[in-house]
């Protein structure tokens, strides 16, 4: 929100400095962002005037001008085309240095000196949104009103500092340049200045009486030529018009321009201006209709039939659903209500007659429209936050007012006013002792009740003479102000944040500490870090075509997905139920910028939808996952060679993983139940638990079909993990482990075992038979050759032996050793070379 000094001081006569008054509503809880000052770079930039203006002699698309700047003449050669004598123009003189950079110098044109320069508009630093089409291009032509000589920055009222407003979403109130005023009026006790609203006859209405004579042109009052019927009260609580006859379409006044360009708006004609001046004034929108379009003078606000068709003022055809309010006649729809006028009823050069609307509508009825014909603008953007039901009527007539002031056209007397539930004024109940408890503080009641006055609110003390509690009436203007913590929050706006006393907060305190949940994913992090991997963060929401392209089937688990409602964009239209998708759109990513070589991870929520069918009843089910991806290949060192990530560097992150949280017992398993992993180099990951199994995770190559999806090289491997299963099964970490005082001793056994025995159930073999003097064992190699018979491989184990309490003699390995191999023989069917 911008407000423009002398508009501000309009309404209220303080003394203070744009930049003093920042301060003060900034101290007061009204952001003042910034303080503009437009005219920058403005200085030895003037008014001036063509006195005469012809071709160079040398020169076809230059011309030479003699420029009265009030010191007498100068000589500028200029190339633009749009300049005529007796126009008056913006002139930078020798010595200016223009916003943007340009320092201006006498200069020679082919012979002739010239001695300025004639501006445009965007050299002059203007804003482009807030000029009209006309003068973007060439020279700025100023209006007659400017006087010769004076600078140019007072002539376009650049010279008056703006406020630049960051308004918090509870103070939309402030959207209003009116109760910006009653704000600075608290704050300095100045008085305050409303308005001038419409001062006519609207009681002088024939009523359809002997001075009607039944001619829609013969506009004797609003109310015989204008009927309105709120069908939808819940998205209407309010609607009322008024009518203006012989319309006089042309410029705004000056002051209103600047004032609204100001604003960050480009004046368009005097009827709209007003309109827009009226909306940025009492923060309230209005909108004008040409009365003559609209089928028997008769409103109807209502709910749009769905597949309706409405043409906006900006000449798009919208089709509509029964979720959006319009406004219309008997006939047709003739506006989106709050968003955008119909291009049918719009106010052109042919109108005679306006009818104007001013309206309250239900804010997130007008969020949703807005969203979903995706229009943003100044009006929708007030209907979306709240405004005051009780400034209709003050709009329209302060509408009328202007109309009249300024000539536009000729008010019709009276106006319809639909209102079947009016609101009233919250009362809010306090106490003093309450009040000064929430804020520390020790401020009398009298002293609440001058701050809460300021602020137009009425007290009635319950005790008059303790002045100790009682109840404060609320304006409508200020909707935020609901409970007595919201009192209480005015009363330190305006007795100063400053003033209030530091206290320190009591009571005993506690230690901080991380809870095991997160200590066990801040481990997890960790070491998938030190594993080489960078974290990623990505969102829960994604597009429901990812669960087409991992190829899962109609009616798997990962289908039961939670739809979002208002989804941000089409992109986030359901919740993940696994994180995989997100990893792979990363991937792309990169690779699509010629990194193909990434190991990323993410510690993230997956969501089920509940057994409840829509809509959702309870809350869908939330797990925390840890998903990885890996693509390409690791950096080469000298002594290693390179080659691509495979399903084993992956195996090797989560064996990291569980040895850190101390987790055994793990199960692996071959599966191609998964339809995005490749069906011969997946696993499934379980465990044992209190006689059940459960599903810890899964690893595997990422399937063609999916990869291909993405548009990914190579084969990448990926793995997702149950955090929460993974936290129940953790243990304390750093335990405390002796290092061996005595002597290990290592022995290796090769043995032919069919290709279907699983490395895992000869460990859990040697595990078992070895018991405590098999400290620990490691494959160094697997072979399948000419050598070995077809269904079968060689596996080669270094099995190290130790004692905690003793050095072991060559007897006690020996016959551990030939009692492992006993056991692998009888269990697995392994053959010992």
């Not at 008085?191 to 039944?214: E, M, V």
């Not at 409602?565 to 993940?576: D, K, W």
Request: hydrophobic share 40%.
């Amino acid at each position: 929100m911008r407000i423009s000094m002398d508009w501000l001081g309009e309404y209220v006569a303080h003394e203070m400095t744009a930049t003093d008054l920042a301060e003060k509503l900034t101290r007061s809880g009204i952001a003042v962002e910034n303080v503009i000052c437009r005219d920058r770079g403005l200085d030895h930039v003037v008014v001036g005037l063509v006195q005469r203006i012809e071709k160079h002699p040398a020169a076809d698309k230059l011309w030479v001008c003699q420029i009265e700047t009030g010191n007498g003449e100068t000589t500028i050669v200029t190339g633009a085309q749009n300049v005529r004598q007796g126009h008056k123009v913006p002139v930078a003189l020798p010595g200016a240095c223009l916003p943007n950079g340009l320092t201006i110098t006498p200069v020679d044109f082919r012979g002739i000196p010239s001695a300025g320069m004639l501006c445009s508009a965007q050299e002059l630093g203007l804003d482009e949104k807030t000029i009209a089409p006309a003068d973007r291009d060439g020279i700025l032509i100023l209006s007659d009103a400017a006087v010769i000589g004076k600078p140019v920055a007072a002539a376009l009222g650049l010279d008056v500092p703006v406020l630049e407003l960051e308004l918090t979403p509870n103070r939309s109130d402030c959207l209003a340049v009116l109760n910006v005023a009653r704000e600075v009026a608290a704050i300095t006790e100045a008085p305050l200045q409303l308005p001038k609203q419409y001062a006519g006859a609207d009681d002088q209405c024939c009523n359809g009486g002997d001075g009607c004579t039944g001619n829609k042109d013969d506009l004797c009052c609003t109310q015989d030529r204008v009927r309105i019927t709120i069908n939808d009260g819940d998205l209407c609580g309010r609607y009322a018009a008024r009518l203006f006859t012989n319309l006089r379409l042309g410029p705004s006044p000056v002051w209103m321009q600047q004032r609204l360009q100001s604003a960050g708006m480009r004046p368009i004609n005097n009827m709209v201006d007003i309109t827009n001046y009226v909306m940025l004034e009492l923060g309230h929108p209005l909108h004008a209709f040409d009365y003559h379009t609209i089928a028997q003078g008769e409103i109807i606000v209502r709910r749009a039939q769905d597949g309706e068709v409405l043409t906006t003022l900006d000449g798009q055809e919208r089709t509509l659903n029964a979720g959006n309010l319009v406004i219309a006649d008997p006939e047709k729809a003739i506006a989106l209500a709050g968003v955008m006028g119909g291009l049918a009823t719009e106010v052109t050069d042919n109108t005679k007659v306006v009818l104007l609307e001013a309206a309250h509508f239900n804010p997130a009825s007008i969020r949703r429209t807005a969203r979903q014909v995706g229009l943003r603008s100044e009006a929708s953007q007030r209907f979306e936050k709240g405004v005051n039901v009780d400034t209709i009527l003050f709009a329209l007539d302060r509408t009328a007012q202007l109309v009249e002031e300024l000539g536009v056209a000729d008010v019709v007397p009276g106006y319809v006013d639909v209102y079947e539930r009016p609101s009233k004024a919250a009362s809010v109940a306090f106490s003093v002792e309450r009040i000064n408890g929430l804020l520390g503080t020790n401020v009398d009641g009298a002293t609440m009740a001058h701050y809460w006055q300021r602020l137009g609110m009425t007290v009635t003390w319950s005790d008059p003479e303790g002045n100790a509690q009682g109840v404060v009436e609320v304006p409508t203007y200020r909707p935020d102000i609901t409970g007595e913590h919201d009192l209480a929050e005015e009363v330190a706006r305006l007795y100063g944040y400053d003033n209030i006393p530091t206290t320190l907060p009591q009571g005993a305190t506690t230690v901080g500490q991380r809870t095991w949940p997160q200590l066990v994913q801040e481990r997890l992090g960790e070491v998938m870090v030190a594993s080489g991997l960078r974290e990623v963060i990505t969102f829960s929401f994604i597009n429901p075509r990812h669960l087409d392209r991992l190829g899962l089937p109609e009616n798997h688990r990962l289908r039961q997905v939670v739809a979002v409602t208002n989804p941000l964009s089409e992109e986030q239209g359901i919740m993940r139920s696994i994180i995989l998708p997100n990893l792979l759109e990363v991937a792309a990513r990169n690779s699509s910028r010629r990194t193909t070589d990434i190991g990323i991870f993410e510690l993230g929520s997956v969501f089920a939808h509940p057994a409840s069918p829509e809509p959702l009843k309870e809350l869908p089910e939330e797990r925390k996952k840890l998903a990885a991806l890996l693509m390409g290949q690791p950096a080469a060192g000298w002594r290693q060679k390179p080659g691509p990530y495979d399903f084993y560097d992956l195996k090797a992150v989560i064996e990291k993983l569980l040895a850190c949280l101390k987790i055994n017992g793990v199960t692996w398993q071959a599966t191609g139940a998964l339809p995005y992993l490749h069906p011969g180099r997946a696993a499934l990951l379980t465990v044992e638990q209190d006689g059940a199994t459960m599903e810890l995770g899964w690893i595997g190559e990422v399937h063609p079909d999916v990869t291909e999806a993405y548009d990914l090289p190579g084969r990448p491997v990926a793995m997702e993990l149950d955090v929460q299963l993974l936290t129940m099964l953790a243990r304390a970490f750093g335990e405390y482990k002796a290092l061996p005082r005595f002597p290990s001793t290592d022995r290796d056994m090769a043995m032919l075992l069919p290709e279907t025995v699983p490395a895992s159930q000869v460990e859990a073999v040697i595990a078992a038979t070895g018991g405590t003097l098999v400290d620990r064992w490691r494959l160094f190699d697997l072979y399948q050759g000419a050598q070995i018979p077809a269904g079968y491989r060689s596996l080669a184990y270094t099995l190290r032996y130790q004692a905690s309490d003793r050095t072991l003699t060559d007897d006690e390995v020996n016959q551990a050793h030939e009692a492992i191999k006993a056991a692998l023989t009888a269990q697995v069917g392994a053959r010992f070379r």
